[in-house]
Nanobody, 116 residues
């Protein structure tokens, strides 16, 4: 079965950095685009960044452009989100997702808190 397991979240001061990982299993990872979303308390889930199956194409939400970088290692079945220059408004649960055969699979998420 499809499994997505996020890790790497935590508490960081404004201006700091974190790298999130999403380990995938149960499907042909290298054949699928992957996406990171985030959800803050009381807010709707929003797209953060996406990456094509080969890693050759990426897209970002305007709010994170220039600060976040999405990447993937198909040999390790893992997608990453490098987050730099973090701001308090980046505080959220970060989730990775894959759409496989018309169904969206989600991980459990990892909490990122940006606070001094």
């Amino acid at each position: 079965q499809v499994q997505l397991v996020e890790s790497g979240g935590g508490l960081v001061q404004p201006g700091g950095s974190l790298r999130l990982s999403c380990a995938a299993s149960g499907f042909g990872f290298s054949n699928y685009a992957m996406t990171w979303y985030r959800q803050a308390p009381g807010k709707e889930r929003e797209l953060v960044a996406g990456i094509s199956s080969t890693g050759g194409r990426t897209n970002y939400a305007n709010a994170v452009k220039g600060r976040f970088t999405i990447s993937r290692d198909n040999a390790k079945n893992t997608v990453y989100l490098q987050m730099n220059s973090l701001k308090p408004e980046d505080t959220a649960v970060y989730l990775c997702t894959v759409n496989r055969r018309g169904y969206d699979y989600w991980g459990q998420g990892t909490q990122v808190t940006v606070s001094s």
